[in-house]
């Protein structure tokens, strides 16, 4: 992701997203598709980074695998400091661990936008997630 590019971030789902889907609706239409199976897949639609970056889309972020992955990194780094500043032997082969430590921002969050529907196409057996009309 690009670091300079500035994200929306949606502060509150309510309002603005009420026509979207909510778990009611989604046991609606499960109800109305009793034939999908119970190992069909749900598919996301994808869409393009323009709806994001030009158009507006905001994203919800939560910390994720990869920003979780960097923290313990950084964790292990400050460890390796540590270790060297006591003269204690290296665990790790590099010249400086202070180089190794990531800044934890939103970039290296995990995006999710609100889903606008759900269908079901008539040549498979599987789940859609749209996320537009």
């Not at 119970?38 to 598919?43: H, I, M, Q, R, Y």
């Not at 990194?73 to 990531?102: A, C, L, T, W």
Request: proline share 4%; charged share 40%; net charge negative.
């Amino acid at each position: 992701m690009d670091t300079n590019k500035k994200i929306n971030v949606i502060k509150d789902l309510k309002g603005k997203y009420e026509y979207y889907l909510t778990i009611g609706k989604l046991k609606k239409f499960l109800e109305e598709h009793p034939e999908l199976p119970d190992d069909a897949l749900v598919l996301t639609q994808r869409v393009e980074d323009v709806y994001y970056e030009k158009n507006g889309w905001g994203v919800v972020l939560k910390e994720g695998e990869h920003y979780h992955n960097v923290k313990t990194y950084n964790v292990r780094m400050e460890e390796e400091i540590r270790r060297r500043k006591n003269g204690e032997h290296p665990k790790y082969d590099m010249e400086d661990p202070s180089k190794h430590i990531q800044e934890l921002t939103d970039d290296l969050k995990d995006q999710y936008h609100p889903a606008f529907c759900c269908l079901k196409y008539k040549d498979d057996d599987n789940l859609y997630l749209d996320l537009h009309y």
